[in-house]
T-cell receptor
């Protein structure tokens, strides 16, 4: 089945230690998104790639970066995680900006 | 940003009853809406969508109603089951971006 895959499902890192979360998709969608979701809140868009074009949300901290080496993969890099970055990170894909399909998420814990 | 809000943050219903989850949106130019279901520890799952040229759309046990006059969206779940317990988000499509509402937590009482 076509799907959005996120690895790992749970990630523990130390304060200030860089961490990378990964997302892959078999839907062949050209748009990929990264969201941050904290407890009892709606997902908050961090940035998205429309094809190879990177689109950063205005309020996304510089601490968050992303890479999309090919259509299928997208990475979220957190350069220096703080305690406030502990959250669920959701990857989503869409075809030309339409309905978004989400992966299962990676829960990040910062110690 | 846009304002997509839900009237009630929590909703409890008896198993077998119908559930109604409401959502208000602020941008009259929005032309596409989606309801997502998010179970604990999982990503949001697409349930049903509706375009602004429609006022009702039905799926399996779910119906979405759109009232453009008052900018209101609702999700109706028939014969609610324990597996329906989750947080439900409405999302509004404006331009090329989605805006999520704050979510309603639905609890089904056996």
């Amino acid at each position: 089945d076509a799907m959005v895959i996120q690895n790992p499902r749970y990630q523990v890192t130390q304060f200030g230690k860089p961490v990378t979360l990964s997302c892959s998709q078999t839907l062949n969608h050209n748009v990929m998104y990264w969201y941050q979701q904290k407890s009892s809140q709606a997902p908050k868009l961090l940035f998205h790639y429309y094809d190879k074009d990177f689109n950063n949300e205005a309020d996304t901290p510089d601490n968050f970066q992303s890479r999309r080496p090919n259509t299928s993969f997208c990475f979220l890099d957190i350069r220096s995680p703080g305690l406030g970055d502990a959250a669920m990170y959701l990857c989503a894909t869409s075809l030309t900006g339409g309905t978004q399909y989400f992966g299962p998420g990676t829960r990040l814990l910062v110690l | 940003g846009e304002s997509v809000g839900l009237h009630l943050p929590t909703l409890s219903v008896q198993e077998g009853d119908n559930s109604i989850i409401n959502c208000a949106y602020s941008n009259s130019a929005s032309d596409y809406f989606i309801w997502y279901k998010q179970e604990s520890g999982k990503g949001p799952q697409f349930i049903i969508d509706i375009r602004s040229n429609m006022d009702k759309r039905q799926g399996q046990r779910v119906t979405v109603l759109l009232n453009k006059t008052v900018k209101h969206l609702s999700l109706q779940i028939a014969a609610t089951q324990p597996g329906d317990s989750a947080v439900y988000f409405c999302a509004e499509f404006t331009g090329n971006q989605f805006y999520f509402g704050t979510g309603t937590s639905l609890t089904v009482i056996p």
